[in-house]
């Protein structure tokens, strides 16, 4: 079956200043990776995916790049803000409507 | 936040008992996931239910077994609980079947706890 790494476990860093999240899949037939959000004493929030057939999708500060020959996806987060502290996740599936596989969750920390 | 709603929040429940968590899905969506979360874990995927109808399970034993009502909404039962039951406890709702929708939104999670 499906099994998602991210990396790091966790990061700090200085508001203003971008952080990057890492996944690897080992599944290619995964074709959906969305990111979720997950603030404490919240469940996961999603805030952005991207699908099989697009290599880079952003959303403001967001971005998502996926490489399918690699099976690798990473988040990228620019201008940092103190809100942006919380744990993300990275998931795979074959579609979003079927199971998704998650990482074991990045927690990142925006220092002001 | 998503129009995913969860009962109860919060759950006490002794070794051996049963408990069920219910979960009512975002309007005009027809599918519910659940997943347990374990503390520190990203969360796992215990099963899926689509127009009543458990669409998919994960690695979970039978004493986790569940329910889809004719609204969507959703119900979570787990007999003689086990100490390693304690988590959080996610629905996520979503619409269609495979292929043809992608989004799962998530409710904000029961907190159970087996002592």
């Known amino acids: 079956g499906e099994n998602v790494e991210q990396h790091p476990s966790t990061l700090s860093v200085q508001e203003g200043d971008s952080a990057v999240i890492k996944c690897t899949y080992s599944?290619?037939?995964?074709?959906?990776f969305p990111w979720y959000k997950q603030e404490l004493g919240k469940g996961p929030q999603l805030i952005i995916d991207?699908?099989?057939?697009?290599g880079e999708k952003k959303d403001q500060r967001i971005a998502v790049t996926l490489n399918k020959t690699a099976k690798h996806f990473s988040l990228h987060i620019t201008e940092t803000q103190p809100e942006d502290s919380a744990v993300y996740f990275c998931?795979?599936?074959?579609?979003?409507?079927?199971?998704?596989?998650f990482g074991k969750g990045t927690r990142l920390s925006v220092i002001a | 936040e998503t129009g995913v709603t969860q009962s109860p929040t919060h759950l006490i429940k002794t070794r051996g008992q049963q408990v069920t968590l219910r979960c009512s899905s975002q309007?005009?969506?027809?599918?519910v996931s659940w997943y347990q979360q374990a503390l520190g874990q990203g969360p796992q995927f215990i099963f899926q239910?689509?127009?009543?109808?458990?669409?998919g399970r994960g690695n979970f034993p039978p004493r986790f077994s569940g329910l889809q009502f004719p609204n969507y909404s959703s119900e979570l039962n787990v007999n003689a609980l086990e100490l390693d039951d304690s988590a959080l406890y996610l629905c996520?709702?979503?619409?269609?079947?495979?292929?043809?929708?992608?989004?799962?939104?998530f409710g904000p999670g029961t907190r159970l706890t087996v002592t």
């Open positions: 998931a795979a599936a074959y579609s979003g409507n079927t199971p998704l596989v």
């Open positions: 991207i699908r099989s057939n697009v």
């Open positions: 996520a709702s979503s619409s269609g079947l495979a292929g043809s929708s992608y989004e799962q939104y």
């Open positions: 309007s005009g969506h027809n599918t």
């Open positions: 599944d290619s037939a995964s074709n959906y």
């Open positions: 239910y689509y127009r009543e109808e458990e669409n």
